[in-house]
């Protein structure tokens, strides 16, 4: 089994800063996406960054130019750094990595979920 923990969501004041953190641990044979999405009350959940592999970012454009994901191979881990926080990015935070596992007769290839973690801004 995979397990995504995440930490780092927080209260903070419209123009703040917070850095999110994802580990994946357990049956990893390898790990391809992983990603950071968000949901407010009453809509749907939303994509905010990915990062593949090799490195490669896509961002919501209500994010460009504010937050930043990268990732250390090495930990298994994804962060998402979010600096000039608006009001409107408030919500829950979830991780989502795509991992290949080893299985007895071959692989098995999923979207694992964190948590979720509350991030809010105050204006």
């Known amino acids: 089994q995979v397990q995504l923990v995440e930490s780092g969501g927080g209260l903070v004041q419209a123009g703040g800063s917070l850095r999110l953190s994802c580990a994946a641990s357990g049956n990893i044979f390898s790990i391809n996406i992983m990603g950071w999405y968000r949901q407010a009350p009453g809509k749907q959940r939303e994509l905010v960054a990915g990062?593949?592999?090799?490195?490669?970012?896509n961002y919501a454009d209500s994010v460009k130019g504010r937050f930043t994901i990268f990732r250390d191979n090495a930990k298994n881990t994804v962060y998402l750094q979010m600096n000039s926080l608006k009001p409107e990015d408030t919500g829950v935070y979830y991780c989502n990595a795509r991992i290949t596992s080893r299985q007895i007769l071959g692989f098995d290839l999923d979207d694992h979920w964190g948590q979720g973690t509350q991030v809010t801004v105050s204006s």
């Open positions: 990062i593949t592999s090799g490195g490669t970012t």
